[in-house]
């Protein structure tokens, strides 16, 4: 299957019939820069945060360019991805102007320890590199693929249980260094009869707690109870869907996963609509996305590794290297255990640490050949069903 490619562009560049604008983007103005066919100058606008008024000045571009002698076949837009997400280029492309997002950290910047940055000097350099890309040459810059209005729904489930949880650990952590400030060490306050005994607790000074701690103890509980209730929500709500359409969007790859020992519903959501539904390259594709590929220094006679270069996915990342522990206790025969096992036989924590990486990012590729290719991972053993 041929695979997109976001690193150069494959369309032949006219310049003379192309015009070309970067748009930076911020949350009240957008500074738009263009390059336009058949004007000396490179004209510059300042305006609010309007697509309308964008493709207003667009088309104002191109008739200038027509009325100069030239004419305008191609309109290209650009703008680093950022909180804006995507619906600016789907908007645009709805419209008929060609627009990309591009990668922000794949921009080549100067090395000088205080450079100039300005809006207008982030816009020549944006410029620059798109031009770069357009002509087809590598090394200026990459695009992201803009995922359709459905894709980017289907990842909200997965991403507001992560921050779900994170916050109960949180309010958990707090009601925890609570207690102990005041000496109490021996109560469970994820208990769900917690609330009704902090009434009784008392400290070890023999005293009950303080009023306005037991307020506080109780709106934290209050709170976490939302909380969790939220997060059930979110899991009766997503088993829902799948048992009312297996067959729709990325569900048949979703349940594909899920049938794998050691993997349940959650892990196999995110890994489904972060990594493994995504149009991927080839396996290295699938390493350098997952953010487990190393960082070599190298000059001259200095040889070192810097670590994980943690370029790509975050929440891939995170839960792979999470899933590849759970691997090695659900998983104890399969190839990939054994592998972990023979290199890491008699050596310390700080090597089983280091080799977990290696494992996740194996793990992860033999993942996307499963859901890709039907390619069961060697010696996995598979649910009969979930």
């Given at each position: 299957?041929?695979?997109?490619?976001?690193?150069?562009?494959?369309?032949?560049?006219?310049?003379?019939?192309?015009l070309?604008?970067?748009v930076?983007?911020?949350?009240?103005?957008?500074?738009?820069?263009?390059?336009?066919?058949?004007?000396?100058?490179?004209?510059?606008?300042?305006?609010?945060?309007?697509?309308?008024?964008?493709?207003?000045l667009?088309?104002?571009?191109?008739?200038?360019?027509?009325?100069?002698?030239?004419?305008?076949?191609?309109?290209?837009?650009?703008?680093?991805?950022?909180?804006?997400?995507?619906?600016?280029?789907?908007?645009?492309?709805?419209?008929?102007?060609?627009?990309?997002?591009?990668?922000?950290?794949?921009?080549p910047?100067?090395?000088?320890?205080?450079?100039?940055?300005?809006?207008?000097?982030?816009?020549?350099?944006?410029?620059?590199?798109?031009?770069?890309?357009?002509?087809?040459?590598?090394?200026?810059?990459?695009?992201?693929?803009?995922?359709?209005?459905?894709?980017?729904?289907?990842?909200?489930?997965?991403?507001?249980?992560?921050?779900?949880?994170?916050?109960?650990?949180r309010?958990?952590?707090?009601?925890?260094?609570?207690?102990?400030?005041?000496?109490?060490?021996?109560?469970?306050?994820?208990?769900?009869?917690?609330?009704?005994?902090?009434?009784?607790?008392?400290?070890?000074?023999?005293?009950?707690?303080?009023?306005?701690?037991?307020?506080?103890?109780?709106?934290d509980?209050?709170?976490?109870?939302?909380?969790?209730?939220?997060?059930?929500?979110?899991e009766?709500?997503?088993?829902?869907?799948?048992q009312?359409?297996p067959?729709?969007?990325?569900?048949?790859?979703?349940?594909?996963?899920?049938?794998?020992?050691?993997?349940?519903?959650?892990?196999?959501?995110?890994?489904?609509?972060?990594?493994?539904?995504?149009?991927?390259?080839?396996?290295?594709?699938?390493?350098?996305y997952?953010?487990?590929?190393?960082?070599?220094?190298?000059?001259?006679?200095?040889?070192?590794?810097?670590?994980?270069?943690?370029?790509?996915?975050?929440r891939?990342?995170?839960?792979?290297?999470?899933?590849?522990?759970?691997?090695?206790?659900?998983?104890?025969?399969?190839?990939?255990?054994?592998?972990?096992?023979?290199?890491?036989?008699?050596?310390?924590?700080?090597?089983?640490?280091?080799?977990?990486?290696?494992?996740?990012?194996?793990?992860?590729?033999?993942?996307?050949?499963?859901?890709?290719t039907?390619?069961?991972?060697?010696?996995?053993?598979?649910?009969?069903?979930?």
């Amino acid at each position: 299957m041929q695979r997109k490619r976001f690193k150069r562009s494959l369309v032949a560049f006219e310049q003379n019939s192309t015009l070309v604008s970067v748009v930076e983007l911020s949350f009240k103005t957008w500074l738009v820069a263009g390059l336009v066919p058949g004007l000396k100058r490179q004209p510059l606008k300042k305006q609010g945060a309007d697509a309308d008024a964008l493709l207003a000045l667009l088309h104002r571009w191109r008739a200038e360019a027509v009325k100069a002698g030239g004419k305008i076949e191609r309109i290209v837009v650009a703008f680093e991805a950022g909180r804006d997400g995507f619906w600016l280029a789907r908007w645009l492309r709805a419209r008929g102007i060609e627009a990309y997002v591009i990668h922000a950290t794949s921009i080549p910047v100067s090395r000088e320890h205080r450079r100039a940055k300005s809006d207008r000097l982030d816009t020549e350099l944006l410029m620059r590199a798109v031009l770069g890309w357009l002509r087809g040459e590598a090394k200026h810059c990459s695009m992201v693929a803009i995922p359709t209005l459905a894709q980017e729904d289907a990842r909200r489930p997965n991403r507001e249980h992560q921050t779900l949880v994170k916050e109960c650990g949180r309010i958990v952590s707090r009601m925890k260094a609570t207690m102990a400030r005041l000496g109490v060490r021996n109560f469970n306050v994820k208990l769900r009869k917690a609330v009704e005994k902090l009434a009784g607790l008392l400290t070890p000074e023999g005293v009950p707690l303080p009023a306005n701690t037991l307020d506080e103890l109780r709106r934290d509980m209050a709170q976490l109870r939302l909380i969790r209730e939220q997060i059930k929500e979110i899991e009766k709500a997503r088993l829902a869907r799948l048992q009312k359409a297996p067959q729709d969007g990325a569900h048949p790859m979703l349940l594909m996963l899920a049938k794998v020992l050691g993997i349940g519903l959650e892990t196999a959501d995110m890994l489904v609509h972060e990594v493994l539904s995504r149009d991927l390259r080839d396996d290295k594709a699938v390493g350098r996305y997952g953010g487990m590929t190393g960082a070599p220094d190298e000059s001259g006679s200095k040889r070192r590794e810097k670590g994980l270069a943690r370029a790509g996915n975050a929440r891939v990342r995170r839960g792979m290297i999470q899933l590849a522990w759970r691997w090695l206790m659900f998983q104890k025969d399969s190839a990939l255990t054994q592998w972990y096992l023979a290199r890491t036989a008699g050596a310390g924590h700080a090597v089983r640490k280091t080799m977990i990486v290696a494992l996740a990012r194996k793990l992860l590729i033999a993942l996307w050949r499963y859901v890709t290719t039907g390619s069961v991972p060697a010696g996995a053993r598979l649910r009969a069903a979930i």
